[in-house]
């Protein structure tokens, strides 16, 4: 009789052990638990899906226009009459969803804010006409326009590939030319 219920017993004690559930401790902030590891909803990361996946772009990027503008002008253009304009930034701030961020950019050759999936990094750069006039008053006048596609490489950096058209009026045919600015998390 001692051996049966000591055999009884072993049968309960394994049986308790194994119907006990792995995800009991377990707290999946925005996921799932399954046999003890956390399935991450979408957006999300981590060990306890307690990371969003969109929070490692944000920051303020900053890129270098210069290249642009030799790309145009082969030495024509006299940079310093735009000094205050060669350094672009982008914003990235948290978008409308948890797969969206928000980029913001108010550069002379990239003036738009859009929202971008993070599963698909490429956008589009919407037209940007800037016009600028020679602060000395010598009457010299330039127009820049630029559009293309931009493309989120990594959480430290965004590159645009832009083409750029500048019209000087006293000449009617525009110069235009590509160049590619990569902007980096500063």
Aim: glycine fraction near 8%; include cysteine.
């Amino acid at each position: 009789m001692k051996k049966t219920l000591n055999f009884l017993f072993a049968i309960l004690a394994l049986s308790f052990i194994a119907c006990s559930d792995p995800c009991d401790d377990v707290n999946c902030n925005n996921g799932t638990c399954d046999d003890g590891t956390c399935i991450c909803d979408a957006g999300y990361d981590g060990a306890l899906c307690d990371a969003e996946i969109r929070a490692q772009y944000y920051g303020t990027f900053e890129g270098n226009l210069a290249p642009c503008l030799e790309a145009l002008g082969g030495g024509m253009i006299d940079t310093t009459m735009l000094s205050d304009f060669l350094t672009g930034t982008l914003v990235v701030s948290p978008g409308p969803t948890i797969m969206e961020i928000n980029l913001a950019s108010a550069s002379a050759f990239a003036n738009f804010n859009q929202d971008v999936n993070i599963d698909s990094p490429t956008f589009n750069i919407p037209e940007t006409v800037t016009e600028f006039e020679d602060p000395t008053g010598s009457g010299f006048e330039l127009n820049i326009t630029a559009s293309g596609i931009g493309v989120i490489q990594d959480e430290n950096n965004i590159s645009m590939n832009l083409i750029i058209s500048i019209s000087i009026p006293i000449i009617p045919i525009p110069i235009t030319s590509n160049c590619e600015i990569i902007f980096t998390k500063v």
